[in-house]
């Protein structure tokens, strides 16, 4: 692909760390694979998703939880603003209520969000410790309406626990690493892959429920829901995301970010590593691009790999 | 002195000031009679003036006196209009002050008026000399003009090598005197001078006066003069108007003033008058009756000074000349000593 | 040319290193001490939770009640206490009651505490060029830190929730009173100073007498600005798990409901308005000399 | 019992109608009349991608060599003017230079123009109290509405970058400015005014030979606040495409790097520093008339 | 008057300031002899106060004069330390107060003295009754109190119905006399004015002087007054200092002042004073010389009087006698003429 038909395109670089690191590989890959002009872009998830869908800038966001912000996202994919590319994520995202390693480790018999429930004495909330709390996915996002919904359903409140707002990201993390400078208990909403996870060890609570797909559209995901019934957390659906305008113009790069998927597994490797060095999303996406040739590999053309693998 | 007025004239026409917050309301009851005290007890206004009526000729020294608080810096300010009158008329030269727009004001002040204050009011923030050239700035004449004019006043009113000094590093009447500066650079035909001398020291004093002397024999300005000296007043002034209580209770020539007071107020306030330096012979002579007996004594001169003549030649009597020598009033020792002393009672000092 | 438009730095595992040790460092810190650090807190915890818990709790009647009475009080005008009311009642009109009572006892807390650490703050910078020099950087780094780097540890300590939002406000909020409060008293004219000081005024009754009444409009200046700062911050201590309007301003955020956000920044808004306005007319009151103008 | 501590609402499906209509007929304004709104823009925008080209492209050492000029031109003092160049070079080493020189660009820019609007609008506030009541609500609502609240419509008209960055940091940093000047020119003293009246001073002389210098030092406060608050926006520029320090903040708050936040942080610290020393020191040149005390 | 001095003396001793950055650098420059001149030209400092050496007896009104700028503000600052000195020493009754520390010089400026200022530094933001309770409310004095004394004083003062005005509210005189009330309540033995009645009119001056001279007749204050007016100056002082430059250059009681000045500098100063109200008969009488001629008159009676009293009994000659009616000395007409006659040459006033 020549310059002339790739172009100018711009990336957004959302600044938690899996969507870091991606969006950095694809500057690479876009830049010395395809010959594109590539320009990170900063910002928050929704300032980003906005621009995309009202201005068509930036043209690619590579890693969007489309839980969090499902609503503008599916009116703008609709109304052909965007389009869905990979699902950059292959395995998808696990979301879930999780508890601290230690803590499943000392009491074995936690294996489930039932189970935990039923020790509020190991989980105290911050401001009335005779309670147990469960902490709520951060403001705004999808989650907390999901969140707060199993917390009915479990019937949490009767069995002594409050529903704890973490505000942003930020908080929800810090509270973990507050726990974990404590050893105390902590119970809530996570999810993965994330760094967090590789510094703070956290086990998944089982759902006591399946997925119940109709139960879960008509209720769980309605904040006045009247009743809800325990479910279990749908994988969580991760895409790339890019605008029409975009999809239409890309030529051959389009199909790059149509099949650039990795896993779970990848994903968290990769941020150990980054979190154990303190790197920036660059220097991980180079870890990735010269360890890794046996993912990215299968993501482009045997030629496109040569360009990448020249530039290295 | 001279009756030569080719100044501007200032002419003050049934002016009224009542400060407070809505005086408009209480100009009536005012006109109608209502007194200072009533108006403060009983609305909360101050009178501040009372259908003041002045003529003030062109280039003379007018000079207002009054107790303190009757009204005097509220009078003066009105002539530029530093302060809207409640009712009345400020005629200067043909125009009505009060009437003007503010392009027109503005273009009075700068050229017509200078004013000194009676708090000094310098700008804090400019030196001596960048004070006192404001009002030229402001008129925007060249800067070199400026500073030619300023210095030459500063150094006149004795300030030479302070040029570069912040007020707030002089003495009390050095500010003062940074303020007849500013005001006297301005070179403007109606300078209105609220105790403008009062931080003075005598010596400066007089010779403050003697610039402002000098000045009016020179180019004739119409000078509103506020002071409690009288001894400055009679120096000074050609007409005197004083004060009470925001109304005018006399006005006239000063001799009128000292031998004619109106009433029981204005002679106690002339009591203190140095009157053997202020009254001339003209004023105590009586009429020839007969040859003119003992010395000749010229018209104009002072008791004080006819006085010594007189008992240095041991004489009783005199007699008054005019300036051609012609006899025109006789004069006894006695006469002249006693209208030299105080005409009431006061303690003997100690 | 490259070390031209780069500036040659330490390097980027030099750099690494530092950071890793400081972490490190910085997380063993929190373990060994966070539980004394926080036990320090528990008062002020209890205080918030409790106001807080006051102002939900309460019939609304009351509370409406109560805020007109407050306002009257400092302001002694019945304009201003009227507005507020209906301010009041259109943020509840519009449901947003609750979270405008959570937010109006969390910033009421922050905003006193502001004022009343801050003015004697400013009042210490203002006697002295040395400690001027010392506080002028710290309100610099309050000023300009962003609130999350300092957050962070707060909240490994702390946890989330109303200490850490407390925190956050209050270090945002208190530097413009201080500052204002220190101008004003330097501003002070020097000739009435030395007449307080002719009296043998000591340096207390120089500050109640003198200093503060004419530092006034300044001072109320500063209150103001501490005031806006302090509900500029509602959406950051929201991030950090205090309830609100600024949550609820974070879920129009990241939902894009313009309008959801714009009523609730309103309500901020309308806060802070009730709150500036009678904390000005309370100033007005105590400085009626200025009203009367020469002329 | 329930409607008295329940603010009787309008009902969740009333509001919910309200913003949904409101919601749509925005969107459907910003479609409209985006491009139009955006070309009115382009020239800050040039201006804005220019002034940070310069500073990313030019080489350090010139650089170093600029920022010292200006300062002392500014200061007129060596202690100033050095500890800017050593704040800089350390800032360099820890290798935040390249980001550090794009917050600057878009900071500078910033806080000038809040400066230069901010100054004449609080004249016109000074000169009527019509023009103040009517001013001082809108700046409430510009310190106090949360900025992702008008963000997001602005970046619908605009897109992520740097102009919704550059119009949330004067929308920020304006208020104080604004408040200051006006505060100041209120309180010159009202004798030092009828001095300068009665030489016939036309009022921009009036506003230019004594309101403004005897304002001054409130008005450095101003400006002191109006700096902090540009430079406390910069994360949340950052969040709308800013590139510079605020970026790495952020990442450093997303990935729990204490020290890294604390570094990017400190380099935001030094830059308001470098601003604010500068421009005091050069607003005390302005006023040396008091550093003369009596006695 | 009296000698009885029961007041606490002031005592000035060596006293030197220099006003600017680093004084201490030159005093000893300046004890060697710069002038304030070269001082201020070489190295941009300017000399207060130099070399001042008064005793200030208790109980007595000592008078400071002298030219504009010449330290008369700068000295009577260093009395309360408004100013701390570069040199010297200011003994009030036994202590020094350069060396007093925060607190005693706290209780000495509260308890011991009171000010009035030149440019009346009246507290803006209270009202006429809250600046004239000023000092007691700092003492700790119960309200009532307070204000039973303040109302006393704003009523001497003439400011009746003022009680509750803010001072830009007031006149300049007026704002003069809320600054004279407030040292007044104070009530201390020390009372330190500088230029205290300078916005005075004469008949409010007047009267304020009576305040105080019946104050001193009461209880005996050390009174320090600062004045430009010689009569008011020769009124009211026991002794008076006449600075210039910074230095004494005269000090002695008010008839060695008029009557044999040092130098040409005091003789202009003292020039303008009505001798006949000052100067008493015995300052001009000569020895009795053989039997006392014609009429008798009373030690203490001021030249004008007895010039009137012998003018209008027609007698040349008369003598002087003291309080039991004993001659002391001889007067002549003429003598007493002269001796009221200002003593320079004078223009004849207009
Ligand atoms: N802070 C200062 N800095 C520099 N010079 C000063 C300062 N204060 C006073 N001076 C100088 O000291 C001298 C004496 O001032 P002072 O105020 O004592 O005069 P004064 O005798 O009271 O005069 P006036 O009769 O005009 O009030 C003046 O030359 C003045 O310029
Ligand atoms: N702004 C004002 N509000 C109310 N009263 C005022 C105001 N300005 C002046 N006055 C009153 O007006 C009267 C006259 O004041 P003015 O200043 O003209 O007196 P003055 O004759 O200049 O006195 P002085 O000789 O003391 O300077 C006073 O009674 C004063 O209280
Ligand atoms: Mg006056
Ligand atoms: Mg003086």
Redesign the pocket.
Known sequence: ASHGECGRVTVANMNWASAEVLANIDNVILTEGYGCDVELVPGDTMPTLTSMMEKGEPDVAPEAWINAVREPLDKAVEEGRLVYAAESLSDGGVEGWWIPKYIADANPDIKTIDDALARPDLFPAPEDASKGAVYNCPSGWNCQITTANFFRAHDAEEKGFVLVDSGSAAGLDGSIANAYGKEEGWLGYYWAPTAILGNYPMTLLGFNAEFDKDAWDSCIVDAECPDPEKNAWPKSEVYTVVTDDFAKRAGPAIDYLKSRAWSNETVNSLLAWKDKNQATGEDTAYYFLENREDIWGKWVSPEVAEKIKAAL | MAEQHTGIGISIKNLYKIFGSNPEAYIDAVKGGMTKTELNEKHNHVLGLKDINIDMPGGSIQVVMGLSGSGKSTLIRHINRLIDPTAGEVIVGDEDVVKMNETELREFRRHRTAMVFQKFALLPHRTVLENTVYGLEIQGVPREEQEKHARRWISRVGLDG?ED?YP???????QQRVGLARALTNDAPILLMDEAFS?L?PLIRMDMQSVLLDLQKEIRKTVVFITHDLDEALRLGDRIAILRDGEVVQQGTKQEIVLRPADEYISSFVREVNRGRVISVDMVMTPLSGEPQGMPIRSGTVLEVSAKKMTDSNASFAHVTDADGKPIGALDIQEVISAMVTPVDHETAA | MEWLTEFPDLGTSTLRNIRLTVDGAFRDFTRAYGESIELLFEPVKWFLINSENFMTDMPWPLILGIVAVLVWIASRSWKITLSSVVVLIVIGLFGMWEDTMKTIAMTFVATVLAIIFGIPIGIGMSRSNRVQSVVNPILDIMQTMPSFVYLIPVIMLFGIGKVPGLIAVIIYAIPPIIRLTNLGIRLVDKDVLEAADAFGSSSWQRLKNVQMPLALPTIMAGINQTIMMALAMVVVASMVGVQGLGQQVLRAINNQYFTLGVLNGLAIVGVAIIFDRASQAYGQRLQRHTEVVHG
Request: hydrophobic letters at 35%.
């Open positions: 302070f000094n707030n590093q002089l003495s009390g009447g050095m931080a020291d």
